[in-house]
């Protein structure tokens, strides 16, 4: 990029409540957008976890229920995998891998840009835990 343009990196942290959790966490990636003055680029929403993951997507009850049932159902805790010899957690690792741990949206004019049922979703597999969320910013202006 050229001159005038910069990364900005905010660092947070967020506690999960259950074994599976959804938290939004939005604002506070919107709030570390604003925070970095910049006005054109992207926003990277990353979590240094193996067993919790970000999506992007609806936040209301009936569906953040579904995206648990949807995970339990695909990955069944307990459902034979070799890891659980170790920890237990087996369905946490496979659905953070397959999930992931990061997305990336746009930023314009100031504003993280997204759609109207789009939220930063933080998906819990192996929780209560407390939960690194990174944001990144990178951009000019
Ligand atoms: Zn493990």
Known sequence: MEGGCRTFRKTLHVQTKRKFDVIRVT?????AVRESGIREGFALV?????????ILNEYEP???EDYITWIKRVIPPGGGWKHDEIDSNAHAHL??????????????????VRGTWQEVLLLEF???RSRTLVVEVVGCG
């Open 62 to 64: 009936r569906i953040v």
């Open 27 to 31: 604002e506070v990636v919107e709030e």
């Open 95 to 112: 659905a953070s891998a397959f999930i992931g741990q990061s997305r990336v949206l746009p930023v314009s004019e100031g504003l993280l």
């Open 46 to 54: 990353f979590i240094p976890h193996a067993t919790a993951a970000v």
């Open 126 to 128: 192996d929780g209560p």
